[in-house]
């Protein structure tokens, strides 16, 4: 008979085993923080005693650089629209046909430039994005609101600015 009420005991440990179901632990999500979108007003200029290079300052960078760029396509799309609707190079006089060529030729280096600005453009609303926007890429300094009013695609501090144009020059002269 003992051996009976050995394994009586076996079962009813096993049944209360079985009984405990582990508990289900309740993960609770990080809150996400949810940033309102900031906004400014069309009239706003950075200031100085702002934080400098703060939320308002790329959002007003990031509009006066987008603003200048559909400008700049706008100009663009017109010039080669107009230029190709004035075709005097068909004239029978070489002196019209030399002035209108010198003329394309002017209207098409402006172009040109136009369009590296445009890449400039783009390429300082990328560092809009990545947070490098307003700090030198050399020096890694704040390059200034005054020279980013004057020249919202600066790269470099007025220094470094310098330094490479005097780099550039010896390049050149070589």
């Known amino acids: 008979m003992a051996k009976t009420s050995k394994v009586k005991k076996k079962t009813s440990k096993i049944k209360t085993k079985t009984k405990n179901k582990p508990k289900s632990k309740v993960v609770s999500k990080p809150k996400e923080i949810v940033k309102t979108p900031i906004r400014i007003s069309?009239?706003?200029?950075?200031?100085?005693?702002?934080?400098?290079?703060?939320?308002?300052?790329?959002?007003?960078?990031?509009?006066?650089?987008?603003?200048?760029?559909?400008?700049?396509?706008?100009?663009?799309?017109?010039?080669?629209?107009?230029?190709?609707?004035?075709?005097?190079?068909?004239?029978?006089?070489?002196?019209?046909?030399?002035?209108?060529?010198?003329?394309?030729?002017?209207?098409?280096?402006?172009?040109?430039?136009?369009?590296?600005?445009?890449?400039?453009?783009?390429?300082?609303?990328?560092?809009?994005?990545?947070?490098?926007?307003?700090?030198?890429?050399d020096t890694a300094e704040p390059i200034g609101l005054k020279r980013l009013m004057a020249r919202p695609v600066a790269k470099y501090t007025i220094a470094a600015q310098e330094k490479h144009e005097k780099d550039e020059k010896v390049h050149a002269d070589d």
Request: proline share 1%; glycine share 2%; charged share 35%.
């Open 42 to 137: 069309k009239n706003y200029i950075p200031k100085d005693n702002e934080k400098y290079m703060c939320e308002k300052h790329k959002i007003f960078f990031k509009m006066k650089l987008q603003d200048w760029r559909k400008e700049l396509v706008k100009a663009n799309n017109e010039a080669l629209y107009n230029g190709s609707m004035d075709d005097n190079s068909i004239s029978a006089d070489i002196v019209d046909q030399a002035s209108s060529y010198t003329d394309k030729n002017v209207e098409m280096k402006a172009i040109n430039r136009q369009i590296k600005l445009i890449s400039e453009i783009d390429k300082a609303l990328i560092r809009i994005k990545d947070d490098t926007y307003g700090y030198c890429l």
